[in-house]
């Protein structure tokens, strides 16, 4: 079962790559100066999403850590989103291994998971941004029975905090690829909610703000959709 859990999760991924567009290079250049995500955030963000290319050993040996961590800290809101993270990659193996009884008790833990991690730290982008990627990985690999309009809620309300955050004289300096999230998640759960004049302006401002990069193509599409 996990030869055939590898095939399909590393097929998907490769589809979808669990963002907005998978980035090159390039997008991630940014001034620190601007925002600087957490170095933890970024170390298990390497370690957890290894399993989309197949490396099922990192993952897990990272998911025991973090569980660890919280059994130690139960308020450690970067080990609680990670372990959210973690919940949520496992449904996501148990579907497509045909475990399907497992996956909607995980998806409800990963869900209560990452808003206790939310709840912890409110105002930390880390946190609430990890709680997007994570709300997106579940609508990306797992049917829309799956995926309840709350998920989608949240994925707005929090790429909008975001944007609040940086504001409209930072936006340009930080990535090409954590603006184009920001805007393209934004966009899609705008669509998704029913709000297309929305979905159109988000889609529109990371066009303008992203032109001539995989982002504008992307946007495009989903403009051409509505």
Excluded at 118 to 141: E, G, K
Excluded at 158 to 169: L, S, T, V
Excluded at 177 to 192: D, N, P, Q, S, T
Excluded at 194 to 219: C, M, Q, S, V, W
Aim: hydrophobic residues 40%; aromatic residues 10%; contains cysteine.
């Amino acid at each position: 079962m996990k030869a055939l859990a590898l095939s399909l999760i590393v097929t998907a991924a490769a589809l979808s790559s669990a963002q907005f567009v998978y980035p090159k290079p390039e997008y991630n250049v940014h001034d620190p100066s601007v925002y600087k995500e957490d170095p933890f955030i970024v170390e298990y963000r390497h370690k957890f999403f290894s399993v989309f290319r197949g490396d099922f050993k990192t993952f897990d040996t990272a998911f025991t850590e973090i569980k660890g961590m919280v059994a130690k800290n139960p308020n450690d809101a970067r080990a609680l989103v990670w372990e959210g993270n973690g919940e949520t990659i496992q449904a996501t193996l148990d579907y497509v291994s045909g475990k399907k009884d497992q996956v909607e008790p995980l998806i409800e833990s990963s869900r209560k998971t990452l808003d206790a991690a939310v709840r912890l730290r409110p105002d930390d982008p880390n946190i609430y941004m990890m709680r997007v990627a994570t709300l997106y990985v579940q609508a990306q690999f797992l049917p829309p029975s799956f995926i309840p309009m709350s998920n989608w809620a949240k994925i707005a309300s929090d790429c909008e905090r975001f944007i609040r955050f940086i504001g409209p004289e930072r936006i340009r300096k930080v990535s090409i690829h954590v603006r184009g999230e920001a805007y393209g998640e934004l966009g899609l759960a705008r669509e998704k909610l029913g709000d297309k004049a929305g979905a159109r302006k988000a889609f529109e401002e990371l066009i303008a703000l992203n032109p001539n990069t995989d982002y504008e193509t992307r946007a495009r599409k989903e403009i051409a959709k509505l």
